[in-house]
């Protein structure tokens, strides 16, 4: 757990980049600051790790005040992930990785040892091993620089716009593969972004600050899109909020019908498409146990006679939504947006890279 | 004199280990070490200034400013002032010339450690290196490729000043031309001319050689970029 008490940073010339801020980032949770710029996202992520030391208030570490610890010792056991990666040019990728183990006085083929670990838990072939950051391209240099931040096993992890220098698709999947991570892993990681739907993505927490370091409003994903706390909240939020929010209530409730007689399937029951006179007309597919109600949506919108083919993990169909069946719950859901919103926000929120974009 | 021969071999082949100080060998000898202890001293110094420089900025343009006026002196002035201090020796020639080289290698350095990007900087504090670590580890490693630039300039500039020392009587090579005026006898100076140039071709060559083996990241970032 990371505390923040009263928090203040102001500049000698008087600029207040954090003014009195108050939070707390849980253990083993991903806790998003997001906000525009000069609100001081950045400002409060590297007083954590004492980049930056605070002007008033206390960072607490666990239980620890980070202004008692030596400030090479404390970051050691942090990592941190900045925007360009900030690789050393001069090391191989193995190096890069081996970075924190090798200040920690790790012997060097222990060190090489895990640093080769972390380049396939990150998804990187053994063989970017010997390579010299520049050989890489940015998005697999971001992917070094998380398996750098990891190396240690430190049990916190300070993510400062990491994936904002890469292109869109690089970015989602990079995005993806930190959810999965953080699934397996459980992080305590604090991540900084401009952009809101980054922030509502991988989120559990999301702070959203003002300029002038002001906390607007901390909340789950889900509660920030249905309940903003003001105009600056929801003019932040931008458009689609309704819909967005769709993305953190499971499709799972939606009640299912049996497969209509003009759908089409293969032999192993994948669906082809709906029979019409002049051929086969499109689908929408969704799996009810992974995907959002979005999705499910999603899949109904695609389909000409508005009806979500539900499918199992595999691509088989199971039954059909149609579009009273997403009616009613998307009816419970207007209704009853509280309750519902802080229900799932405790959940892992609906990320199948497959339809979450779509 | 018009039908001598520009390089009499003969006189080359009597002269190159004729025992005496003024033979080829001795003067080629005498001039590498005048040519390039000064380079490995200047190295020494600009280093620690060229990091104090970087690091309190303030230092950086007083430094700068007087390495510019002492490299504005003509070499001469400067030799001429040392002969009243350490006399016909080589130090006469080896003081000034390490002042040169810091004047092209302090620059260096600091434009060097000003090429270390931002975020390897930031992200090698965040990771936790102390200073000193840091200065070893990653920023000086990273300022190699500007570092040996400014080298190759001062290796081959001095290279050449030494010669300026013949007017004292320390001139290494250089001493050939004065003997080849004198006598208005070509051979001596063409051989000083290309004894010098190959000297500077040969050690800029070591000098780029050493910088493929040191940065091979360097060498393949340019190529790329």
Known sequence: ?358 | MNDEPLVRWDWIARNWDNGGPSAIKTLLESHVVMALLPVVFGLLIALPLGVACARWRWLYQPTAGLMNVVYSLPSLVLFSIFLSVTGLTQSTVIIPLTFFTLAVLIPAVVDGLGSVPEHVRQSAVAMGFRPLRRLLQVELPVAVPVVLGGLRVATVSSISLVSVGALIGQGGLGNLFIDGWQRQFYTPIVVGIVLIVLLAVLSDGLLVLAQRLLTPWSRARRRTA
């Not at chain 1, 200040?103 to 090489?112: P, S, V, Y």
């Not at chain 1, 670990?117 to 950051?133: I, K, M, N």
């Not at chain 1, 959810?179 to 990681?189: M, N, R």
């Not at chain 1, 498409?273 to 969704?286: A, D, E, H, T």
């Open chain 1, 1 to 358: 757990m990371i505390t923040f008490e009263g928090v203040t940073k102001r500049y000698p010339d008087g600029t207040v980049a954090v003014d009195d801020l108050s939070l707390q980032a849980p253990t083993g949770a991903i806790t998003v600051f997001v906000g525009p710029s000069g609100c001081g996202k950045t400002t409060s992520l590297r007083m954590i790790n004492r980049m930056i030391d605070a002007t008033s208030g206390r960072i607490l570490l666990d239980d620890q005040d980070v202004r008692a610890i030596d400030p090479p010792t404390l970051r050691r056991g942090i990592g941190y992930v900045i925007q360009q990666a900030g690789l050393f040019p001069h090391r191989k990728i193995v190096d890069n990785v081996a970075t924190v183990p090798y200040l920690l006085g790790w012997d060097k083929r222990k060190a090489r040892a895990r640093a080769m670990e972390l380049l396939e838990l990150v998804g990187l072939d053994s063989r970017l091993a010997g390579r010299y950051p520049f050989q890489l391209s940015g998005g697999q240099q971001q992917r070094v620089g998380v398996a750098r931040a990891l190396a240690a096993d430190p049990p916190v992890l300070l993510m400062d716009e990491p994936f904002s220098a890469v292109d869109p698709i690089v970015r989602a999947s990079l995005q993806e593969e930190l959810l999965h991570l953080q699934s397996e892993l459980h992080k305590t990681i604090v991540f900084v972004t401009h952009d809101i739907d980054e922030a509502i993505k991988l989120g559990d927490t999301v702070a959203v600050l003002r300029v002038g370091g002001h906390l607007a409003q901390m909340a789950g994903p889900a509660t920030l899109l249905s309940e903003p706390a003001d105009d600056f909240v929801r003019e932040f939020l931008g458009k689609d909020r309704g819909i967005r929010r769709l993305s953190f209530v499971p499709a799972k409730g939606v009640r299912l019908g049996s497969a209509p007689a003009d759908l089409v399937v293969d032999d192993d029951t994948r669906p082809l498409g709906w029979r019409s006179n002049g051929g086969l007309l499109p689908y929408g597919i969704f799996d009810p146990e992974r995907d959002s109600l979005r999705a499910a949506l999603d899949a109904a919108l695609l389909s000409p006679n508005g009806t979500a083919i539900a499918v199992d993990g595999d691509g088989h169909v199971i039954g059909v939504a149609t579009r009273d069946a997403l009616d009613e719950v998307l009816r419970r859901h207007a209704t009853g947006p509280d309750e519902q919103a802080r229900e799932s926000d405790g959940e892992v929120p609906v990320t199948d890279p497959r339809r979450a974009e779509s």
